[in-house]
């Protein structure tokens, strides 16, 4: 049961940052999809099927972030650490985007690896 209007957005601890907002915009969908080469869904898909590539947690957390393909600061963060990691993360930005996202499960912190696992 959803405990509030949906949301489309997560808030992240990300490189030892907290409240880092990732939103995949909605209108920037056909951007995302063109940088991902593959439909928004397909790449939810993936996550949640767990057939992702680094490349797809990539896009994926450097669209939300930053609006570009490629963002340096997830890239460092994805060389440096578990990339597995994230993909919780990223299956939170993209469900956010295409149906809208429970409050209370808009939240992502990296320190909890129980929860990624």
Do not use: N
């Amino acid at each position: 049961m959803m405990t509030g209007l949906a949301v489309d957005h997560a808030i992240a601890t990300f490189g030892a940052e907290e409240g880092v907002v990732f939103r995949l915009e909605r209108s920037a969908l056909p951007a995302f999809e063109a940088a991902a080469m593959a439909p928004a869904y397909q790449v939810f898909t993936r996550f949640a099927g767990g057939c992702w590539s680094v490349r797809d947690l990539e896009t994926v957390l450097s669209f939300a972030r930053s609006g570009v393909a490629a963002d340096p600061a997830v890239s460092r963060i994805l060389r440096t650490q578990p990339p597995a990691l994230y993909a919780p993360l990223a299956l939170k930005v993209l469900e956010a985007a295409l149906f809208g996202l429970d409050p209370a499960l808009a939240t992502f912190d990296e320190s909890d690896r129980e929860a990624a696992a």
